[in-house]
């Protein structure tokens, strides 16, 4: 079986005392014993295994890239804990899913094995898992309650500001005598007038201690002298705990200090953020992903750029996007242009105007004539009326009959009525919308006119008027939909058991509630109450 190895420790500490070897030589006497083939060895050393931390970790990734590809059967560890320390279920998941997808299996602590496509083997893998993640979060509760307890004592919890040292034996801080006269010298330096500059060139040259071993350059120095503690005397070192320790720079030479640094500023004026045509709605083409404004200097000019958040935080994710950086100025340049001509194509907004003016336009006559017809059998009505009434004096019509006539009479007047009302409703929408779309075209035209002066921030609104779902920008296309008319709902419709349907609006012409059903042809022959005639002369169906 073709297996690899993975070995991990989380200091530096562990790291300098070569731990690293004790676990390669474990895995080295198991597959011998196994008689495994060992095709690959994966290591990190000093990282980390806690949520958050998989960035830190290329080994592991190159594992799991390896896993992918399915080069080996199992991997070995000399504990689960070498896997994951993680208390987040999503990263927990991404990394037992990728060895369960490439059926790898786990090998851990001593020789077992652990097939994730197992019950045993997913419930074994989550049960280490979670036991490694708790005992991570003890460790560190532990650790800062320990800190905490030092820092209330008085003791450094961490490593103290350059320059200080506390006394186990005395119990109480004091000055390193080189280091503290570093220190006063460069703040006395910097209230003499020079620039941070200036006082790394001169530490340089005198090659004095450096802090934290760093090299002297002006932001090392103007990082000494930003340190309030060695002008108050007041530390915090570990959250609200706060130490007394030595003052090493009086107030005096502190306000010359700052005084300096203030004139001495080489940012020069503070720059106004850009108006970006594509800020918040640029997607990247090859992922998706949102793409971020990055700044970067190039050729000594500084330059902004569109990038993509899996490429502007690529420690962050597994996988880097490929997608490469764009301009911003010839990207904004590309998009106003294309938005500017797509404006000005005299064919499609033709082609826009007259589908809606047409369609306005024949909706309009539709109304229209359906009002006069129902105009005329509303006028109809009474002399049905009449008729009925002559009928029963001359006694061809019973009393029965009559009233069943009266009353389908009374309900095809309802009808009518309220068709009148849609009709009229729907004639006055159908002008109302032929004046919008004129309105429109006029707006549309001052809106070409206007585009040349626009400024940046009316170019940006239009441009995200215009594509609401956003633009796809890659290293040669950038492309969006464009949208004239969003959809407007107008009510709620549900349906029946009965296949009918019950509508609800909330718009004109109706504003109220519909029942809606297939139409359903007249039966001339189906008995009536009272034993009369179904119909009679002049009454046609207007439901």
Not at 184 to 210: C, D, H, M, Q, Y
Not at 372 to 377: A, I
Not at 483 to 501: H, L, Q, Y
Request: glycine share 8%; charged share 25%.
């Amino acid at each position: 079986m073709r297996v690899a190895a993975y070995y991990r420790v989380s200091s530096g500490k562990q790291r300098n005392a070569h731990t690293i070897d004790s676990q390669r030589t474990a895995a080295h006497a198991l597959c011998t014993a196994r008689g495994w083939e060992l095709v690959a060895e994966f290591t990190d050393d000093g990282a980390s295994a806690r949520a958050g931390k998989l960035h830190k970790r290329p080994d592991f990734a190159a594992m799991l890239a390896g896993a992918r590809a399915r080069r080996f059967d199992a991997v070995i560890l000399v504990a689960f804990d070498r896997l994951t320390r993680s208390v987040d279920l999503g990263e927990l998941g991404s990394i037992l899913g990728t060895l369960q997808a490439a059926g790898v299996v786990v090998v851990s602590d001593g020789g077992e094995a652990i097939d994730l496509n197992t019950f045993g083997g997913r419930i074994n893998a989550l049960v280490r898992a979670q036991l490694a993640a708790e005992e991570s979060v003890v460790k560190a509760d532990r650790s800062r309650r320990g800190r905490d307890r030092v820092a209330r004592a008085g003791r450094p919890p961490c490593p103290p500001p350059w320059g200080l040292r506390y006394d186990r034996a005395a119990g109480a801080w004091i000055e390193e005598a080189v280091v503290a006269a570093i220190v006063r010298e460069a703040w006395a330096r910097s209230a003499a007038g020079e620039s941070n500059r200036e006082i790394a060139v001169e530490f340089t040259k005198r090659s004095l201690p450096l802090p934290r071993g760093i090299k002297w350059e002006h932001s090392a120095v103007a990082r000494l002298l930003a340190n309030e503690v060695y002008v108050t005397g007041k530390w915090r070192a570990n959250n609200d705990v706060v130490i007394d320790v030595p003052v090493l720079v009086d107030a005096d030479t502190a306000a010359a200090a700052r005084a300096t640094l203030l004139r001495h500023r080489t940012g020069g004026p503070k720059v106004r953020r850009g108006v970006y045509l594509l800020e918040g709605v640029a997607r990247c083409a090859e992922c998706a992903s949102l793409m971020r404004i990055h700044c970067s200097k190039s050729r000594g000019h500084w330059y902004r750029y569109y990038m993509c958040e899996r490429v502007r935080n690529a420690r962050l994710y597994l996988e880097r996007c490929p997608a490469r950086p764009q301009r911003i100025d010839r990207t904004d340049e590309r998009v106003w242009a294309a938005v500017s001509a797509w404006l000005a194509r005299p064919d499609l907004i033709s082609l826009f105007l007259e589908e809606r003016g047409g369609a306005a336009s024949s909706d309009g006559k539709q109304a229209l004539a359906d009002l006069v017809e129902w105009q005329g059998k509303l006028a109809a009505l009474p002399a049905l009326e009449a008729e009925a009434l002559r009928l029963r004096e001359r006694g061809l019509l019973s009393s029965l009959a009559l009233e069943a006539r009266l009353g389908e009479l009374v309900r095809r007047q309802k009808v009518l009525e309220r068709q009148i009302e849609v009709a009229e409703s729907v004639a006055r929408g159908a002008r109302l919308e032929g004046v919008q779309v004129a309105a429109l075209e006029s707006t549309l035209a001052e809106l070409r006119g206007r585009c040349a002066q626009a400024t940046p921030e009316q170019r940006r609104e239009l441009v995200r008027a215009l594509c609401p779902d956003g633009w796809k920008v890659s290293a040669t296309t950038i492309e969006a939909e464009a949208v004239f008319c969003p959809g407007v709902g107008s009510g709620t419709a549900w349906p029946n058991r009965d296949s009918s349907m019950n509508v609800k609006l909330d718009a004109t012409p109706c504003n109220g509630q519909l029942h809606i059903r297939d139409y359903e042809p007249f039966d001339a022959q189906r008995p009536r109450r009272g034993g009369g005639s179904d119909s009679f002369p002049g009454m046609e169906d207007v439901s």
